[in-house]
């Protein structure tokens, strides 16, 4: 069975993992987050650098390990905001021109941790940059937002952080964790769920739980496929 977003979900994923396969991996007297947890955590322990990623987190780890389909991948940690400065000019310092990052966010005041993908350079100039490949998430409620106008995939400004899509499906503002000038509008040029629609407060707050926000943190990572 499929999750909404074409993940396995982590309930299903134990439904589906007999007593007797428990018995083998670790008794059934071991939870079975922790019997997860050890067969998804990275065998590279410098992999996750970060904070917004809970290592034990068993759903998480399955959500990111199926973030991009069959693909395996590593990801290394260039930038987090509370260390580096909410500042496009330190964004850019420390991201160079590596594509393919992958953008966590969390929300200031909630447990939201939402994020992006792409496979684009950052740029030092203004404009749009075309994907097919980009995408958004909500680590928390394991949901994925294929990128639908792919000639407006993301948005390269000086002016902010972090900036998706050609309705702002998601901005970043810099000094972000200062203001509350971020927000999000999904459907302009990333795929919404069946039952909503663009432009609504429902729409609007899809991602991140609220329609504009301040941010607590802001890691980027580069992301490294083999």
């Not at 580096?84 to 941790?113: C, P, Y």
């Not at 995939?153 to 203001?179: P, Q």
Request: glycine residues 8%.
């Amino acid at each position: 069975v499929k999750a909404h977003s074409g993940f396995l979900a982590c309930d299903q994923y134990k439904n589906n993992i007999s007593e007797k396969l428990l018995e083998k991996v670790g008794g059934l007297t071991s939870s079975l987050d922790e019997i997860l947890y050890k067969n998804l955590h990275p065998v590279n322990p410098k992999e996750m650098l970060g904070k917004l990623v809970h290592p034990k987190d068993a759903k998480e780890l399955l959500f990111l390990k199926h973030l991009f389909g069959k693909k395996e991948f590593e990801k290394k940690l260039l930038y987090q905001g509370s260390v580096d400065g909410f500042t496009r000019a330190s964004l850019l310092e420390k991201v160079g021109d590596l594509k393919n990052t992958l953008s966590l966010i969390k929300i200031k005041g909630t447990n939201q941790v939402i994020g992006a993908f792409s496979d684009l350079q950052w740029k030092l100039d203004d404009g749009y940059g075309s994907s097919n490949s980009a995408f958004l998430f909500s680590l928390t409620k394991q949901l994925r937002f294929p990128v639908t106008n792919p000639s407006k995939a993301v948005y390269h400004d000086v002016g902010r952080l972090i900036s998706f899509g050609g309705g702002r499906d998601l901005e970043i503002s810099e000094n972000c964790d200062k203001n509350n000038s971020s927000y999000s509008n999904l459907g302009n040029s990333y795929q919404l769920p069946p039952s909503f629609e663009y432009n609504t407060a429902a729409a609007k707050e899809l991602l991140a739980g609220v329609d504009s926000f301040a941010v607590e943190e802001v890691e980027i990572y580069h992301v490294s496929f083999f």
